[in-house]
């Protein structure tokens, strides 16, 4: 749902669900020349905050990790790589999504 939501907004879909020991990975997309990894968080209801609002800063710190092994792991050097991180939040099923760019940041 999310990749096929990117896709139309103009992104290209690069790979989904990528597991490291350090983090995961939903989707790696690129924006022209830049690439997006972006989290996905699902959400029921907005009772509890929305679901960017779930991405914790150990969260955050897995997904700048796991980032940085698939960059290596794809030869791409990350001090030169223009790259991003993107929250894309689903609410309601898919009828609400949010798509948050540049949402976390490293450092």
Known sequence: MAADYLRRQGL??????VNYRLGEL?????????????????RASTSYGHAAETVTPSKRARL????????????????????R???VAIHQQGQHIEW???AITEG
């Open 64 to 83: 700048i990790k796991a980032a940085n092994c698939w960059m290596l792991a794809n030869k791409i050097n990350s001090h030169s790589a223009d790259f």
């Open 26 to 42: 939903d989707l790696v997309m690129r924006d022209g020349s830049t690439l997006v990894f972006v989290e996905v968080r699902y």
């Open 100 to 102: 948050l760019k540049n």
């Open 85 to 87: 991180f993107d929250v």
């Open 12 to 17: 290209s879909f690069v790979t989904q669900n």
